[in-house]
């Protein structure tokens, strides 16, 4: 789980967006998207617990042999050259009664991806899976149930997005070998609740690359959602696709590199 700031071998530097952020972060979220979004969304995504945003900085040679205390603060030396918004969507209780018994139906949890976006000149380098790993990996354990006698289930949750989680009953195909758990480090076979979860996205029906980039981590598209952006720049249609799949459809994209499988790169693939 990505608890501060961390460098990888490509020197992204990525961590939890921070006030300091919020001016560079909706800039950007201008220049790469065809949606506006208000001041308040980006307000949300610092202050709502359900709610989350990574953001991603190059980082120099230099700057990577740096401390950890070093790099807790962004510098003159970064560029801000990725993001991502997601949140979390607790399922809802619908009381169902019968003349022989009463029971709750109780949709399935989701992560919603809200915003995702790598500036043009940082693509192809996996940044964007990248994101999107670490952001379902912190909001994992929002998701699940929170039970009351076990202090060290937060722990084990850890790293969730490196095993592959069993996942059923969402009404969303299977597929793959993603039925299969390797706890690992966590303890998957004791945590129910994982098993239901969703991972979710809209995205512009106009918008290939975007759309070949879900499927590659395992997210199909669902339905057309007309009118779903109310303001937008270019894109030609108001209207959106749904994009879902089960947890374990997308970590188990994540368990071998996405295009050793065969699938030929968009230009525009913002991974």
Do not use: W
């Amino acid at each position: 789980m990505l608890s501060a700031a961390v460098v990888d071998n490509d020197g992204f530097l990525v961590r939890r967006m921070r006030s300091e952020d919020v001016a560079a972060v909706q800039e950007l979220h201008a220049a790469l998207l065809p949606v506006g979004y208000p001041y308040s969304f980006f307000l949300h995504l610092l202050i709502q617990s359900e709610r989350l945003c990574l953001v991603a900085y190059d980082t120099p040679p230099c700057e990577a042999l740096r401390t950890k205390s070093t790099l807790h603060s962004p510098v003159a030396s970064r560029r801000l050259v990725g993001f991502i918004s997601a949140a979390v969507c607790r399922p809802a209780a619908i009381p169902v009664s019968s003349p022989s018994c009463s029971i709750r139906h109780v949709d399935p949890p989701r992560i919603e991806i809200l915003t995702l976006g790598v500036a043009e000149s940082h693509r192809r380098q996996g940044l964007a899976r990248r994101l999107v790993q670490e952001v379902i990996d912190m909001l994992y354990a929002r998701v699940l149930p929170r039970p009351e006698n076990n202090r060290g289930e937060r722990k084990q949750r850890k790293g969730v997005c490196k095993n592959r989680a069993e996942v059923q009953g969402s009404g969303i195909e299977n597929r793959g070998n993603s039925n299969r758990i390797e706890a690992g480090d966590v303890s998957a076979a004791n945590h129910k609740g994982h098993l239901n979860i969703i991972v979710q996205a809209h995205v512009s029906v106009n918008n290939t690359a975007a759309r070949n980039f879900y499927r590659k981590i395992g997210l199909i598209a669902c339905q057309e959602v007309p009118g779903y952006y109310q303001t937008t720049r270019g894109m030609g249609s108001n209207s959106a696709l749904l994009v879902a799949g089960k947890l374990g459809d997308v970590v188990a994209a994540f368990d071998a590199p996405l295009f050793e499988r065969g699938i030929s790169r968009s230009g525009n693939d913002p991974d």
